[in-house]
């Protein structure tokens, strides 16, 4: 009975059991995944999720049914997503470009909603809602603020408000809990920048202009100041000359009056003397008798001419009784 079937031969039977150890070795592996530290994932068959109300499966090795079940793994580590450059404009309509970049984290009890609630199914498109999220939010900010606001003292302020509201919309809507919120790139329009930079200018030329008339008032108030001096010295000392002129004339005055008082108490001493005035000058008179040579003095006048001396006649010889 078994003699009458074929052999086979031997290097077919070879290939045979090797084809069936690849396949063997396919199905098996395909039939078992490893969800990574880092990670958790949930298991769909032909689509539909496996158990989805005992929550994700943890790290470790997990089996699936090969060809009918898939694995969707998500991470749940700190992660950061760089959202490229954006464009936004403000209240006044000027261009801000502004980059923002997320750090974030996944609660395990948010894959699900991540995976299949959000998006196309799976761990594809997080990071791109992300990102629209954030640039949405950021652009409707900016779009109530002026530029002014944004360039100047209320830009900390504008940008908390920005990491905030960004943090409180995508816990909102994909339940991702923010740690922190960047932005290291705000830049203005080149237009902006040209009204900034002659808006600086002019304020520094004010300011040098401020500047050198403060140095020019006190540069004129020290000039003031110096001829007040000047004038203050030279007041003090023609006040000084003048007290010494007027205490010299003092003094000669003083000095001629206390001669005259001299003279003229001498003379009344020789009158007092003379028996009175009569007597006097019957003194002088004798006195001037008795000097008198008999010559004429010489008088010159001023036609060079001899001018006559007048005698008084009743000049008496004093040797006569």
């Known amino acids: 009975m078994f003699s009458s079937m074929p052999a086979l031969h031997p290097t077919r039977s070879h290939m045979l059991v090797g084809a069936s150890l690849i396949a063997l070795a396919a199905v098996t592996s395909d039939a078992f995944f490893r969800v990574r530290q880092n990670e958790v994932a949930y298991v769909t068959r032909f689509g539909q999720v496996i158990s989805p109300q005992s929550g994700p499966l943890q790290p470790g090795l997990h089996f699936k049914l090969p060809f009918a079940d898939d694995d969707d793994r998500i991470s749940v580590s700190t992660d950061t997503v760089k959202i490229p450059a954006m464009k936004a404009f403000t209240r006044d309509t000027q261009e801000v470009s502004l980059q923002l970049s997320l750090t974030y984290h996944v609660p395990p009890m948010a894959a699900y909603h991540l995976l299949y609630e959000v998006g196309r199914s799976g761990n594809v498109d997080i990071a791109h809602n992300l990102e629209s999220v954030a ?3 950021t652009r409707s900010i900016v779009s109530r603020r002026d530029v002014t606001e944004l360039a100047g003292e209320g830009r900390e302020r504008i940008m908390d ?19 922190d919120v960047q932005i290291p790139v705000l830049d203005f329009s080149q237009q902006y920048k040209d009204a900034v ?5 002019a304020r520094a030329q004010r300011v040098q202009a401020e500047q050198d008339r403060e140095r020019a008032k006190v540069e004129a108030e020290t000039v003031v100041v110096k001829a007040r001096g000047e004038a203050d010295s030279a007041l003090a000392r023609a006040e000084g000359q003048a007290r010494a002129v007027l205490a010299q004339s003092r003094a000669e005055a003083e000095a001629t009056k206390l001669r005259g008082d001299a003279e003229a108490s001498a003379l009344k001493a020789k009158i007092d003397a003379a028996g009175g005035v009569d007597g ?4 002088m008179q004798a006195q001037a008798a008795l000097n008198w040579k008999g010559a004429m003095p010489q ?3 001023a036609n060079a001419t001899q001018m006559p001396m007048i005698v008084p006649i009743n000049v008496v010889d004093p040797s006569k009784p």
């Not at 509201?165 to 339940?175: D, G, H, M, Q, T």
Request: without cysteine; glycine residues 2%.
């Open 135 to 137: 640039n949405d939010r």
């Open 161 to 179: 408000e920005i990491k905030s509201v960004i943090a409180s919309e995508l816990k909102r809507l994909f339940r991702v809990e923010v740690e």
């Open 197 to 201: 930079n002659r808006a600086t200018l």
């Open 280 to 283: 006097y000058a019957r003194q």
């Open 299 to 301: 008088i010159i006048g």
